[in-house]
């Protein structure tokens, strides 16, 4: 089935995402965050130019990494604490912590299309810092959602940033419960 269209964005999991000795990639247990919205990727594209006779000669592009903001309803305090190093008090109050260390990770997610879903896992990824919007009530409740900058640099040993399942796909059913390593 070929989709003409894609829309929606659901079932947004994460995991970290671990290099150890000899290059062998970990795949952590994925969590499910709730209340997804959006993610706008993009790819940062670099030009090279190689000038001979007095113009260009030669381009290419490299597409090495994906930049961009993950948007959820609300991020929640399991989320905080195991991928942004925030820490819960004793008094019972959660601290974010300037300067925490944060795990790489890997995100996962599904997108409707108009014949079929697809599935997409980005990875070697960091996270930034959550940005929201703190706002009074109007006339009309309209909830506030949070974003986080994520950046997506791949699999340093295959050089696999993201992979895309349709349905069918053996990898389609088993992404958001064992998610693959990145493998050519």
């Given at each position: 089935?070929?989709?003409?269209?894609?829309?929606?964005?659901?079932d947004?999991y994460?995991?970290?995402?671990?290099?150890?000795?000899?290059?062998?990639?970990?795949?952590?247990?994925?969590?499910?965050?709730?209340?997804?919205v959006?993610?706008?990727?993009?790819?940062?594209?670099?030009?090279?130019?190689?000038?001979?006779?007095?113009?260009?000669?030669?381009?290419?592009?490299?597409?090495?990494?994906?930049?961009?903001d993950?948007?959820?309803?609300?991020?929640?305090?399991?989320?905080?604490?195991?991928?942004?190093?925030?820490?819960?008090?004793?008094?019972?109050?959660?601290?974010?912590?300037?300067?925490?260390?944060?795990p790489?990770?890997?995100?996962?997610?599904?997108?409707?299309?108009?014949?079929?879903?697809?599935?997409?896992?980005?990875?070697?990824?960091?996270?930034?810092?959550i940005?929201?919007?703190?706002?009074?009530?109007?006339?009309?409740?309209?909830p506030?959602?949070?974003?986080?900058?994520?950046?997506?640099?791949?699999?340093?040993?295959?050089?696999?940033?993201?992979?895309?399942?349709?349905?069918?796909?053996?990898?389609?059913?088993?992404?958001?419960?064992?998610?693959?390593?990145?493998?050519?």
């Amino acid at each position: 089935m070929a989709n003409k269209v894609l829309f929606g964005f659901s079932d947004l999991y994460i995991g970290t995402y671990t290099v150890g000795a000899g290059g062998t990639v970990t795949m952590g247990t994925p969590y499910h965050q709730a209340g997804a919205v959006g993610y706008s990727p993009e790819a940062s594209d670099d030009q090279s130019i190689f000038y001979a006779d007095n113009s260009a000669y030669y381009t290419v592009y490299g597409n090495g990494s994906y930049e961009g903001d993950l948007e959820v309803a609300m991020f929640d305090d399991k989320f905080k604490e195991d991928f942004l190093g925030y820490v819960v008090l004793a008094d019972g109050g959660l601290a974010e912590v300037k300067n925490a260390t944060k795990p790489n990770v890997y995100i996962a997610f599904e997108i409707q299309g108009d014949e079929s879903a697809r599935r997409v896992i980005f990875y070697n990824g960091t996270l930034g810092s959550i940005t929201r919007e703190y706002a009074t009530t109007e006339e009309t409740v309209e909830p506030t959602t949070e974003t986080i900058p994520v950046s997506f640099v791949g699999d340093n040993e295959t050089g696999i940033v993201m992979v895309t399942y349709e349905e069918g796909d053996a990898g389609y059913a088993t992404l958001f419960t064992n998610p693959p390593a990145p493998t050519l």
